[in-house]
């Protein structure tokens, strides 16, 4: 009988060693889970952060623009600097196109941002192309969008091209109809 107990004992500590294992090993499992998850939720804050600095960024380098565009469209002798259009404009033209670049550059802008999704920028962008002027404008800047590829812009130019043309082919003064907008990715 005491074997018996000798041997029901050791199976007794053998078990409480495998269940004290099992226990250490599930407290290290979820110390592991819990650290995972702190790092999983610091590394969405970076993204969200880096997210962030960018729109915030995008939006500085905007207002740089606009306010270069602005001393251009004020000044003669600056707007002299930004003439990189097709053929020769007159000063007034040239205000006009540097004006219809800041409105597109805001709709490029709010899209980058994230203000509002590649369907509304389509929309809006052909509101602002019914302009003659802008219209102009676009044409005489085709070259300059061309080094442009392989790019987001280039892509949302592409974009504009092709409203363009199913805005001169369509049979209808019913603008705000043609062309279907895109959805976004």
Not at 88 to 96: A, D, G, L, N, S
Not at 101 to 116: E, K, Q, S, V
């Amino acid at each position: 009988m005491a074997t018996r107990n000798i041997g029901i004992q050791g199976l007794r500590s053998a078990a409480a060693a495998g269940l004290g294992m099992v226990a250490g090993a599930l407290v290290a499992m979820a110390a592991q889970k819990q650290a995972m998850d702190t790092l999983h939720e610091r590394l969405d804050q970076l993204e969200q952060h880096a997210r962030t600095q960018q729109r915030s960024n995008l939006a500085r380098q905007q207002r740089q623009h606009w306010e270069l565009l602005s001393k251009a469209i004020d000044d003669t002798e600056l707007a002299e600097v930004l003439d990189i259009f097709e053929r020769p404009v007159t000063p007034e033209r040239r205000r006009q196109y540097l004006f219809a670049n800041a409105l597109y550059t805001n709709l490029l802008c709010y899209y980058r941002i994230g203000n509002m999704g590649r369907d509304e920028f389509f929309k809006h962008v052909r509101g602002i192309f019914q302009n003659p002027i802008v219209r102009e404008y676009w044409y005489a800047t085709q070259q300059q969008r061309a080094s442009l590829t392989g790019t987001e812009e280039a892509e949302l130019g592409r974009l504009v091209d092709d409203l363009l043309l199913q805005l001169e082919e369509a049979d209808t003064d019913e603008w705000w109809v043609v062309g279907e907008p895109p959805t976004d990715p």
